[in-house]
């Protein structure tokens, strides 16, 4: 992940969020451009190293993602609270590196952050704590913008990257020439594809292999053979 890391590694100013927000699927694009290779046709234990390997990456690019975002909420905050030095002054820098480093808690509440961002700056001696959390929350909303814009498109590789690999799973979990044994291995990687096309974020859960644990041994139902005919019985002879 050297490119797609060093695009995020660079975000220090509000300078490089702004060219990160100019182009976020760069970052995506660095990702598939990095991925370990996966072969069609192997084994089924190189096949599911391949792909373990594939999710390590795609799901460290993801926390990488988070990690830079509590850097560009820190950075935000700072230049707007900057704006009004008693606001500055409200809000210690211990206290600001809780509500960055958590802000993904507030994604889906951000009045709860204004809130507590609003009992900090009073605690503080703010003369407007009101105005610092309409501040933090505005930081918090851009932040968590650049975030799904950068996770979009990774969550999208993802899917595509899983939809890619059903096919020669499917296949082998019902070719009957391999044993129940390894075509219940097939069988339970082709679920575990599947619900990682439905839900991306699946792969940020815990590595595949504990993923595949998960699974209940079974087998996909074979496809029902033709019925063979006298006329085809005539000729095979």
């Not at 097939?186 to 595949?212: F, H, Y």
């Amino acid at each position: 992940m050297g490119n797609a890391r060093t695009l995020l590694d660079q975000v220090h100013s509000l300078a490089r969020i702004a060219d990160l927000e100019g182009d976020p699927g760069a970052y995506a694009q660095a990702i598939s451009d990095e991925l370990p290779t996966v072969s069609a046709g192997q084994p089924y234990a190189a096949q599911q190293a391949d792909l373990e390997a594939r999710d390590h990456a795609l799901a460290t690019a993801l926390a990488h993602v988070d990690a830079t975002i509590g850097r560009v909420m820190r950075i935000r905050l700072d230049h707007a609270l900057a704006s009004d030095p008693n606001a500055d002054a409200a809000i210690a820098p211990t206290t600001r590196n809780v509500f960055t480093s958590t802000l993904g808690k507030y994604a889906h509440d951000l009045p709860l952050l204004a809130q507590r961002v609003r009992d900090a700056a009073a605690r503080g001696g703010s003369r407007d704590p009101d105005a610092v959390g309409a501040l933090a929350v505005e930081a918090a909303r851009a932040s968590l913008a650049l975030r799904d814009a950068l996770r979009g498109p990774v969550l999208e590789l993802v899917r595509d990257l899983a939809k890619g690999a059903l096919p020669d799973v499917q296949r082998a979990a019902i070719d009957r020439k391999r044993d129940d044994a390894e075509r219940t291995k097939w069988s339970g990687l082709r679920r575990e594809l599947e619900m990682v096309v439905a839900r991306p974020e699946q792969i940020t859960t815990a590595p595949l292999t504990k993923r595949l644990a998960a699974h209940p041994a079974e087998l996909d139902d074979l496809p029902a053979e033709p019925d063979v005919s006298f006329a085809d019985l005539i000729e095979m002879d």
